[in-house]
């Protein structure tokens, strides 16, 4: 066995395993050599486009066995990679690729074309094709990144303004590998579906995960439920982790599951939202052989908790208790920690809490904190304030309430009201707008804007094609309802829980 | 037969158009599974609207890339499956 891993590339060395795919494409696939030459050759081309330590690798690909290379390459190169959710329009592409500083972006031909608003933003920025990366013989200058350095920044939206980079040390990432396989039992045996976007730091879990224990990881873009059944039955997959959606697709979405007993499916686990409790039936009732592990987590702190599969019946709709290394806790509003059955913000210490917001030091300050209970010179560590309000029980499972502030939820994607409303705006239509999530069967939340058309009046299909232009499918709206005027509050901004309430009776 | 596939056609248009704004020019050969504009959830909601509104069971298993292709090709399955 060699050294523990402290750097994320240093889990490309793990012990032989002969022959035996690391990752598979479709019809492609690589093994650990072959995976650990490529992210060489991607690490090779990075330094040769200028990349120096430190800098950000911005990786604009489909799920891919390139992209998996380029992550490895990225650690491999001392650089950051930044990973871009290829879902994305022009525009936000260029806000990542501008906010990260990014010295080079590394896309395919197909998705070059994302490119556009950032090229123009940026006419010094430098492309690299995946095609065009050929095989190095020459030595890469050795890796002098230490554990503590960041590895990588993973883009995720807030309450308000456009999506932030939340920075991630190699020792986060690391360690998240860790306790993950560690509470799932993850092995050399196992087979992991991915399906979840590795610019999603719970998808980019299974490709670290599954490389550090030499598992097989296949990759799946997919459009139907029927989709995943098929891919779960042909490579004997172990192992699937899923957002709430990806459970509704499979239990009302893909007729194939009824009809397949997928014996090798060892477990699945959930994150990215709550499953709700009929979805939750069926798909134990479809996969009678697999544990389900409920999970929580926010890509700031990475995961908090997990529901072992053992206590789903005796406590449905609990998020479960802390992960390994982790110590996670409800602090009332006057900074106490909250007693059983008071309500609290979830506080999250250990290993994964992230290194805060690229750029971003005031925002950072208000989410990484000094513990509350043990000051700095007595020890006390930076914590994460998740944002999220909890309740504990007697016996430290932790149980979902809410959202402090104004965030959505939907698709597994965390939306900004703010970011959705300036694009609302923008069409030049509406005097006003408020972008609320509404709750919704299938999505968790569905986006729904509620505005105030200007003296021209407006046709909201045609104005949603255009903000359809503008944004990713699960960020546009599914409605605008138009109305007289906006609620206010008694300080006049726009009353957003009113709103909401009228709306979710 | 050629008048039910119309009133079909006229009905998944519809909802296609109110559901998927990123559809624009939608025509009878558009593709939904390629592109950005119906994602996976979409498709969900796409076969949760086939059942309700035409009754067409999800059981009946015949739910085929083949079938969601399109917009004509829906319409051509709802006729032969469904009851409106």
């Given at each position: 066995m060699s050294a523990e891993p402290l750097l994320v590339h240093h889990l490309l060395d793990g012990p032989d395993a002969g022959d035996k795919p690391a990752v598979i494409d479709g019809e492609r696939s690589l093994g650990f050599e072959g995976l650990r030459r490529r992210a060489r050759d991607h690490a090779a081309a990075f330094r040769r486009a200028g990349?120096?330590?430190?800098d950000r690798v911005a990786i604009l690909l489909p799920k891919c066995l390139e992209e998996c290379c380029a992550i490895f390459g990225s650690s491999l190169a001392d650089a950051v990679f930044v990973p871009i959710n290829p879902l994305l329009k022009p525009i936000q592409v260029a806000h990542i690729v501008a906010d990260a500083e990014a010295r080079i972006v590394v896309t395919n031909r197909a998705l070059a074309p994302l490119l556009a608003d950032a090229r123009a933003e940026l006419p010094d920025l430098t492309v690299v094709l995946v095609e065009e990366i050929g095989e190095t013989d020459g030595a890469l200058p050795r890796p002098t990144a230490?554990?503590?350095?960041?590895a990588a920044i993973l883009y995720t939206s807030g309450s308000t303004g456009r999506p932030k980079g939340v920075m991630l040390s190699h020792r986060n990432l690391v360690a998240g590998c860790r306790i993950v396989r560690t509470y799932l039992g993850i092995t050399a045996a196992d087979r992991i579906l991915s399906?979840?976007?590795?610019?999603?730091d719970y998808g980019l879990n299974q490709l670290l995960t599954a490389v550090e224990q030499r598992a097989t990881l296949v990759l799946l873009t997919f459009r139907l439920g029927d989709d995943i059944v098929r891919a779960i039955d042909r490579h004997g997959i172990t192992g699937l982790a899923g957002v709430p959606t990806v459970w509704a697709i499979l239990t009302r979405?893909?007729?194939?599951l009824a009809r397949t007993?997928?014996?090798?499916?060892?477990y699945v686990t959930n994150s990215g939202g709550a499953v709700p409790t009929e979805t939750l039936r069926r798909l134990r009732e479809l996969l009678p052989d697999t544990r389900v592990f409920l999970m929580y987590g926010l890509t700031e702190a990475f995961r908090s908790t997990f529901l072992p599969p053992e206590e789903l019946d005796r406590r449905p709709n609990s998020i479960g208790r802390a992960i390994p290394e982790t110590e996670v806790f409800a602090v009332t509003a006057d900074g106490r920690r909250a007693a059983p059955g008071e309500p609290g913000i979830l506080v999250h210490r250990g290993?994964?809490?992230?290194?805060?917001?690229w750029r971003r030091p005031e925002d950072t300050a208000r989410v990484l904190r000094p513990d509350p209970r043990t000051p700095a010179e007595r020890g006390g560590a930076i914590v994460c304030y998740s944002g999220d309000m909890v309740v504990e029980d007697e016996e430290g499972f932790l149980t979902f309430v809410g959202r402090a502030d104004a965030m959505i939820k939907s698709s597994g994607y965390r939306i900004s009201p703010t970011e959705v409303e300036e694009v609302v705006m923008a069409t030049?239509?509406?005097?006003q707008v408020a972008v609320i999530g509404v709750p919704d069967a299938t999505a968790g939340q569905r986006v729904h804007a509620v505005a105030v058309a200007s003296a021209e009046g407006c046709s909201p299909p045609a104005i949603l094609a255009a903000i359809a232009d503008k944004l990713p499918a699960y960020m546009v709206p599914r409605e605008i309802e138009l109305v007289a005027m906006l609620p206010t509050t008694p300080?006049?901004?726009?009353d957003y829980p009113h709103l909401l309430r009228e709306r979710s009776a | 037969m050629i008048d039910d596939t119309t009133k079909s056609y006229a009905i998944i248009e519809a909802y296609l158009r109110q559901r998927f704004p990123?559809?624009?020019?939608?025509?009878?050969?558009?593709?939904?599974?390629?592109?950005?504009?119906?994602?996976s959830l979409g498709m969900l909601d796409l076969m949760m609207f086939l059942g309700e509104?035409?009754?067409?069971?999800?059981?009946?298993?015949?739910?085929?890339p083949e079938n969601l292709a399109t917009p004509e090709r829906l319409a051509a399955f709802v006729d032969q499956r469904g009851t409106s």
């Open positions: 990349v120096l330590p430190g230490i554990g503590e350095d960041l399906v979840l976007p590795f610019s999603f979405g893909a007729p194939l007993r997928l014996t090798t499916l060892r290993p994964t809490v992230s290194l805060g917001y030049g239509a509406f005097r300080n006049g901004k726009v | 990123a559809l624009n020019n939608l025509k009878p050969e558009t593709e939904l599974l390629a592109g950005g504009a119906v994602d509104r035409f009754g067409i069971a999800l059981e009946d298993g015949d739910f085929t």
